[in-house]
Every structure is written in C-alpha cells, then in structure tokens.
C-alpha cells in the first residue's frame, strides 16, 4: 500500500512552515506523499477571517505546484459540513483502498484531540504522526500505539501572523510560496 499523509488546515494562507512541515515528512518518515487537505471550516476555530474554500484551495495549488509528492485535497468540500476529520478519513479509505493514509499534527491538535468526533476510531483505525509545536509539551498521556513522535524542526510561522502583518502593510514575501504572496497581493487579500 502507498502510504499517504495528511495534513489538514484550513491554510489561510499556506505558508512557508506548512510547507516544511510537509517536505519533513516526506524526506524523514515512510510517508511516500502528502495531501494538504483544505478543511472548509474547523468545528474548533471560528471562521470571521476565513477566505472563501475556493481561494484558499486555489493558494495550496499554487503552493504545491511544481512538486507531485505534494497534492492539493478539496475532498472535504464535497463531505457535509462541519468537516470532520474522522468523516473524511473513512471517505477517503472507501475510495482509495490501495492507500494508507496516516494523519499528520502538530502537538498543539493532539492536545484537543479527546474533543474531536470519534476521536478514538482515529486512534484505532490509523497511524498519527505527531511534530512538535512551541508550547505544548507532550506528556505521557498522549502515547498510544498508533501515535508517533517526530522531531521535524519546530517551526513558528502562523498564518494569522501573516494576516496580520499584511493588514499592516508589512511585506510577507519570504513567509510565503512567491506565486501565494503574488496571488494575495493581486487579490488584495488581508488588506
């Protein structure tokens, strides 16, 4: 089986961290290739910033572009709403069953991850590879079989962060895949 990560967000924007996050896991771990999968609308995070699905798809395809390890996933946009990761895995599994696909977070989600539906079918049924995130330590608690620490470099790059700084009139464009930045600038988003 073709061993497939996922990386959800709602990736607003994709950033540079995003991105190494993902090359880490395709260079260090089994993971063969990666999907970011642009989640519609976290049930955790409110949405009052939130860019259309349409245009924050558009800016992980623009990411991802030149480099076909990497995929741009919509698939959650074809799922009922709210998105819920566990939906999607077992939509996913039904139409790709030749792929295993193993859940990337960052330490920060597996904190919350006892308040995610059906978060102990996610624990069972696949593989979670975890990275660390400044502030939050995992604790013993948090280890179970199908968990898996990694120690990909810890990066604080958030893309409120970047929001915020383009609302400013900061220029971003080393945070940012170029044709991201150029998209954003031509768009006018965050202004």
């Not at 910033?49 to 698939?75: H, W």
């Not at 330590?137 to 604080?156: G, T």
């Not at 998209?183 to 202004?191: A, D, E, T, V, W």
């Amino acid at each position: 089986m073709k061993t497939t990560g996922l990386l959800f967000g709602s990736f607003n924007p994709v950033h540079m961290g995003h991105l190494m996050i993902a090359n880490y896991f395709i260079e260090f771990t089994p993971v063969e290739n990666l999907w970011l999968v642009v989640s519609p609308q976290n049930p955790l995070k409110k949405s009052s910033v939130l860019l259309s699905g349409t245009e924050r798809l558009e800016m992980v395809r623009l990411a991802l572009q030149d480099d076909s390890r990497f995929l741009a996933c919509d698939i959650e946009f074809q799922l009922p709403e709210p998105s819920y990761t566990t939906n999607t895995l077992r939509h996913l599994t039904a139409k790709h069953p030749d792929r295993e696909f193993i859940l990337i977070m960052g330490a920060d989600n597996l904190a919350t991850l006892s308040q995610w539906k059906d978060y102990k079918v996610l624990l069972e049924k696949y593989r979670i590879f975890v990275y660390p995130r400044p502030g939050y330590p995992v604790d013993e608690d948090a280890k179970h079989l199908n968990i898996s620490l990694h120690e990909a470099p810890m990066v604080e790059i958030s893309s409120s962060f970047i929001r915020d700084s383009i609302k400013q009139g900061k220029d971003m464009r080393f945070f940012l895949p170029p044709r991201v930045y150029e998209y954003i600038l031509k768009k006018g988003f965050y202004r």
